[in-house]
C-alpha cells in the first residue's frame, strides 16, 4: 500500500512492528493504539473532525472511536437497516457463480 501512495512508514513504527510482525492481534492491537494516539493529537489541537478510512477492518475503526470516548460500546451491536430475506436472496431457480478472469462482462451464471 506504501508504494502505491508512495509514501514511508516512520522508522519508529517500523521498529515497534518489526518484533510482532508474526503476530496478527499483536500488529492490530499495535494499530489501534498507534491511531487512537495520533487522533487524540489532532483533536487536542482543536481539529474537530475525524476521518477513518476502515479498509474493512471497522472493528478497529470502533475501537479507536470507543479509546477516544466519542462511541459507547453498548451503541455499537445494532441489527441491520432490513430484514435478511427467508431464501438468502436467491429467487427460485437464481444460482451464483464466483466471476473468474478480468472481464466479468464475459461470464454465465
Given amino acids: 500500500m506504501t508504494g502505491l501512495c508512495k509514501t514511508?512508514?516512520?522508522a519508529q513504527v517500523t521498529a515497534a512492528l518489526e518484533p510482532i510482525k508474526d503476530n496478527e492481534e499483536a500488529v492490530r492491537a499495535y494499530g489501534i493504539h498507534l491511531a487512537t494516539e495520533m487522533c487524540n493529537k489532532i483533536l487536542a489541537y482543536g481539529i474537530?473532525?475525524?476521518h477513518l478510512y476502515t479498509m474493512n477492518m471497522e472493528k478497529s475503526a470502533l475501537a479507536i472511536l470507543m479509546n477516544l470516548g466519542?462511541?459507547?460500546e453498548a451503541k455499537i451491536s445494532r441489527?441491520?437497516?432490513w430484514r435478511r430475506p427467508a431464501n438468502n436472496g436467491k429467487?427460485?431457480?437464481e444460482s451464483s457463480q464466483q466471476i473468474k478472469g478480468d472481464n466479468p462482462t464475459n461470464c454465465s451464471t
Fill in 8 to 10: 514511508r512508514i516512520p
Fill in 48 to 50: 474537530r473532525t475525524l
Fill in 70 to 72: 466519542l462511541i459507547e
Fill in 79 to 81: 441489527p441491520l437497516p
Fill in 91 to 93: 429467487e427460485d431457480g
